[in-house]
């Protein structure tokens, strides 16, 4: 709904169309009549609670990892991880394309920022050969949130290791989707990232985040984040309806296998769209129109059919590469992919 119109929506990061899911809107309720709405204070106060606790072990047993500690927000991780683990004498090193949230707390950490080409191995191992005093804090996405292309972990992660860096994986557009009962695109390649983001605002259908890492680093972040230590914790009924969303997750491929066989219907059938589709396999399927405003003119001739998408222009993505951000979700039915490709159809002609 927008302005009392209904669209039919390819432009949400609910990928598994878990928002909608009726055990989690229950366990979120139930969550609510026991805890109340909100967490009361910070969680170095009173917000934490066994309800936090819970979901935080669940999640550290899913991903394999020592800890998780819960954010309020991606964003909100991604500013706290990068003020705490970064000083004046390290480098950080990331990906040119990596999320706003990455790059505009690097840009304000004290140490050095390089960054490197969008996937390119080689200019990211050019950029660790230089010499530097501290430590070197490798930062990419698994998933482009723009482009919907996967970054190379693995020889990330090599290239990572011989240099002694630390790497930071954000993986909110991977996590649920991707990898051995929706593990993320870590677990679908292989790598364990010394500092692992997920999100829950894209496929767990809410919104929350945390960050999975060793017990010392863990430890140091709740005594140095500020976003934990200033911030109201997340409410514990939104941990509730977190912690079914997981065995969600977890247990049910066939949200996966929808979103899939949804991925190979759309990309099948805008193989001869005048615009460039990118190769991504995954939710996030941009058709890159170029300028300014024939992209948001594209966008405005869907909406007159029905159809919510959004064009995305510079600075958001380099210049000349304007785009639909078209994204496809478990629940979208096969008609509704074909009305989409129908009236894009329509629109080239
Ligand atoms: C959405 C997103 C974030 C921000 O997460 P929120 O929980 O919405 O604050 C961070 N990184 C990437 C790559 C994202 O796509």
Request: contains cysteine; charged residues 15%.
């Amino acid at each position: 709904m927008q302005n009392g119109t209904r669209y039919l929506n390819f432009s949400s990061n609910d990928y598994l169309g878990i928002s909608q899911h009726a055990q989690v809107i229950s366990a979120w309720q139930q969550g609510a009549e026991i805890y109340g709405v909100g967490s009361g204070g910070s969680g170095h106060v009173t917000g934490y609670n066994e309800a936090h606790q819970l979901f935080e072990e669940q999640l550290a047993d899913w991903l394999g990892y020592p800890r998780a500690l819960l954010f309020i927000s991606g964003f909100a991780a991604n500013q706290a991880l990068i003020a705490a683990f970064t000083e004046k004498s390290d480098r950080i090193v990331a990906d040119k394309l990596s999320h706003a949230s990455l790059l505009e707390a690097a840009m304000h950490s004290p140490a050095q920022l390089r960054r490197f080409a969008h996937n390119d191995v080689d200019s990211l191992q050019t950029l660790l050969e230089q010499p530097i005093d501290g430590q070197q804090l490798v930062i990419t996405e698994g998933v482009f949130s723009m482009d919907g292309d996967a970054a190379p972990l693995a020889e990330i992660a090599q290239v990572t290791r011989h240099a002694q860096g630390l790497l930071m994986v954000d993986d909110a557009h991977g996590i649920g989707v991707m990898g051995n009962q929706g593990r993320g695109s870590c677990d679908h390649l292989q790598v364990k990232p010394d500092l692992l983001v997920v999100t829950f605002g894209k496929a767990f259908g809410a919104s929350g985040a945390a960050v999975l890492c060793s017990e010392s680093m863990a430890d140091y972040l709740l005594q140095f984040a500020r976003h934990l230590i200033y911030s109201t914790a997340m409410p514990p009924a939104q941990a509730c309806a977190l912690s079914t969303a997981l065995n969600v997750i977890r247990r049910d491929d066939s949200r996966r296998l929808m979103l899939q066989a949804n991925i190979a219907r759309f990309r099948a059938g805008a193989q001869s769209l005048p615009w460039q589709l990118m190769s991504s396999q995954t939710a996030i399927q941009p058709l890159i129109v170029g300028e300014n405003q024939p992209a948001v003119n594209l966008a405005a001739t869907l909406r007159e059919r029905g159809i919510w998408v959004t064009a995305i222009r510079p600075p958001t993505v380099p210049p000349g590469t304007a785009r639909l951000r078209i994204t496809l979700t478990a629940s979208h039915t096969d008609a509704d992919i074909d009305m989409l490709l129908e009236a894009l159809y329509d629109a080239a002609r």
